[in-house]
């Protein structure tokens, strides 16, 4: 059995890998390992084809430093992995908040910019020419599922390509979950995991955790293969759509260079909606450089800007991405290190802090975490078990509240009255009981109603704005971290 299931590990990534022409003889390749069973199998599967495809092999790891002494032993767990390999090792350790410091990007996207910018520095130390990644299929059918959740379009909805920019290559996206973790245990091979994998307040881990094994049961067994085949179906169509729009958008670029594009107006509305749409969105990655957090709405707001915007009008996207008009030119500038969606946030009192305004029925992005807040009402018979509640969601008594809420980080001196327990504290003190994380205290959303925190995001709410017997309305809030 044993040697069944490695046969059948090693034939589909040979498959992945000539179909997807991933590797030529003599390329050097840097295998991405944080320790994990997906990159651990990378890196034995890869070990074990590397003669077989001529391929000579480096390894690198990350420590960024966002799980404290986890994240050291992760990183001792990858020496002693590649020692005992044979293959030569590139670590560096980072810390993200240093790194993120000066540039205002969500903790998800600077993790994964500083990830890249790592990669890539360390292939041009050790002269490799292709970097491979450990994603697998159930990777791509959740990120297809995320993307539809979130409202994304056809190019969200291609999952995790194969092979992106000729450089980065996946061998194990043929394979499942479950394929990996037999692999490894019929192996018999040591991995270290990561915690907030299994952190319900994180949207891929919910639909990881709850939703595909949901689909699974209750409407199709093969839910992995099925969003994978829309993915790949996606891809190929993605694929030739660019290519026969390619030049339209060159007859609209007036000028590009390094993080900056600009358009011609006149050109650009005379093409239809759809060709305008890729238009902006090719305009977005050739400044900005990745598409991630830009949602459909955020490109027909573009759109309005270039048909009916003021002359003059400007656009702050997230990222750090802004869309100027300037009379008959849109131009799009990555500026990471600007001000991010200024129209909708309320001035701080420091360095750092946000603030934001809420109404019921309404999603609020906070760009510098990247966390998510929704609104709702609901009736008092769709109100779920108390004892069933996860941390992310909150209910209030709805006559109790007055709007707009208020959304803000963490100050000094915060007080509220958590649910269950008599009297205020401060909230400083409520997170020292509950050892939360310093890290994670300065990007905990606080929730105000007449200037009264009503819920501390993802931990308690407030006595005050409780559910009583005779609530009659009721308000449900949702949080959903990067």
Same mark, same amino acid.
């Given at each position: 059995?044993?040697?069944?299931? *490695? ?6 990534? @040979?498959?992945?890998?000539?179909? $997807? ?7 050097? %390749?840097?295998?991405? %390992? ?18 077989? =495809? ?9 420590? $960024? ?11 001792? =767990?990858? !020496? ?44 041009? @130390? ?8 450990? $994603? ?5 059918? *959740? ?20 092979? &992106? ?43 990881? $955790? ?36 390619? +030049? ?21 509305? @005379? *093409? !239809? ?17 990745? /598409? ?29 991405? &802004? %869309?100027?008009?300037?009379? *008959? ?13 200024? !129209?909708?946030?309320?001035?701080? +009192?420091?360095?750092? #802090?946000?603030?934001?305004?809420? #109404? ?32 992310? /969601?909150?209910? =209030? ?9 208020? %959304? ?36 905990? +959303? ?10 501390? #995001?993802?931990? &308690? ?7 009583? +017997?005779?609530? @009659? ?10």
């Amino acid at each position: 059995m044993a040697g069944k299931i *490695e046969n059948k590990v090693l034939n589909t990534v @040979r498959q992945t890998i000539a179909s $997807h022409g991933m590797f030529a003889s003599g390329d050097r %390749v840097l295998l991405a %390992v944080s320790g994990g069973p997906d990159s651990v199998t990378l890196a034995h599967v890869m070990l074990t084809l590397a003669a077989e =495809f001529g391929l000579q092999l480096a390894m690198a790891h990350l420590n $960024h430093g966002l799980r404290q002494a986890d994240s050291d032993r992760d990183a001792e =767990f990858v !020496a002693a992995f590649a020692r005992r390999l044979q293959i030569p090792l590139y670590a560096r350790k980072k810390e993200l908040a240093a790194w993120q410091q000066n540039r205002r990007f969500s903790p998800e996207d600077a993790a994964r910019r500083m990830r890249y910018e790592f990669l890539n520095k360390a292939a041009k @130390r050790n002269n490799c020419n292709k970097i491979a990644l450990g $994603h697998h299929a159930d990777d791509s059918a *959740e990120l297809v599922l995320m993307n539809l959740l979130r409202g994304s379009g056809a190019l969200g909805l291609s999952g995790i390509s194969a092979v &992106r920019d000729g450089s980065i290559v996946r061998p194990l996206i043929g394979l499942k979950r479950t394929e990996i973790m037999v692999y490894v245990a019929q192996k018999k091979l040591s991995y270290v995991v990561d915690a907030s994998n299994t952190d319900l307040r994180f949207l891929r881990n919910r639909i990881r $955790h709850h939703l595909i094994p949901e689909l699974q049961r209750s409407y199709n067994p093969k839910i992995t293969e099925t969003l994978n085949r829309l993915g790949n179906i996606l891809q190929a169509e993605n694929q030739w759509l660019e290519q026969t729009l390619q +030049p339209a958008f060159e007859r609209c670029v007036l000028d590009r260079q390094a993080g900056k594009i600009s358009l011609s107006l006149s050109r650009l509305v @005379r *093409e !239809a909606t759809a060709v305008q749409r890729r238009i902006i969105r090719k305009a977005i990655l050739w400044a900005h450089g990745n /598409l991630w957090r830009v949602s459909f709405s955020h490109i027909d707001a573009v759109l309005r800007l270039a048909e009916k915007g003021p002359l003059d009008g400007r656009l702050d996207l997230p990222a750090g991405i &802004r %869309v100027k008009r300037n009379r *008959e030119q849109l131009t799009v500038v990555d500026d990471p290190a600007g001000d991010i969606d200024a !129209a909708s946030r309320q001035p701080g +009192p420091a360095a750092g #802090a946000y603030q934001y305004t809420m #109404a019921p029925g309404q999603s609020l992005v906070i760009q510098e975490t990247g966390a998510v807040i929704t609104l709702c009402e609901i009736k008092p018979h769709q109100l779920p078990a108390f004892d069933r509640h996860a941390h992310h /969601l909150a209910f =209030f008594d709805l006559d109790c509240l007055q709007f707009p809420l208020l %959304v803000r980080n963490f100050r000094s001196g915060d007080r509220f009255s958590p649910l269950g327990v008599p009297g205020s504290q401060k909230v400083k003190k409520y997170f020292n009981n509950h050892s939360v994380p310093i890290d994670q205290r300065k990007k905990c +959303p606080l929730i105000l109603s007449r200037d009264k925190i009503i819920w501390v #995001a993802g931990h &308690r709410i407030d006595n005050s704005v409780k559910i009583r +017997p005779g609530t @009659r309305r009721i308000l449900k809030a949702e949080l959903f971290l990067a």
